[in-house]
């Protein structure tokens, strides 16, 4: 069985290296999108195991993104980061689970294996 594959959706550089360096060490294999043109092309190319997408992506809200990941593909679990305290988000573009940044290895590597083993 290969490597799972994450879908990452980010504008911070430094934040990309850190999660990459920790879901590669989990065993992921990561795919980085840094603006919203190249997230709609990644999410062209899935599908994923799971989704990571930054709420706020280049200054934009990441709702459209987070939509069309549900609608596409529905049963894939998708993780919201951000620095603020869970928002509110439409239910086409509600996510499975959030992150409160900062987080660290522990925080997501749970919220990774509870979506995992719910078979979410």
Same mark, same amino acid.
Do not use: C, V, W
């Given at each position: 069985m290969g490597r799972k594959k994450i879908l990452l959706i980010e504008d911070d550089q430094s934040l990309i290296f850190t999660l990459r360096y920790m &879901?590669?060490?989990? $065993? /992921?294999?990561?795919?980085v999108a840094q603006d919203h043109e190249q997230a709609a092309?990644?999410?062209?190319?899935? @599908? /994923?195991d799971v989704a990571i997408i930054d709420y706020l992506v280049d200054?934009? %809200?990441?709702? %459209? &993104? &987070?939509? *069309? &990941? *549900?609608?596409? /593909?529905?049963?894939? @679990?998708?993780i919201s980061s951000t620095v603020a305290a869970p928002l509110v988000h439409a +239910? +086409?573009?509600?996510p499975d689970a959030f992150l409160l940044k900062?987080? $660290?290895?522990?925080?997501?590597?749970?919220?990774?294996q509870s979506l995992v083993s719910q078979g979410k």
């Open positions: &879901l590669e060490d989990m $065993g /992921y294999d990561l795919i092309n990644a999410i062209d190319d899935g @599908p /994923y200054n934009l %809200p990441s709702s %459209p &993104l &987070l939509a *069309r &990941l *549900r609608q596409r /593909y529905p049963h894939m @679990p998708l +239910d +086409d573009a509600k900062p987080f $660290g290895a522990d925080d997501l590597r749970k919220t990774l």
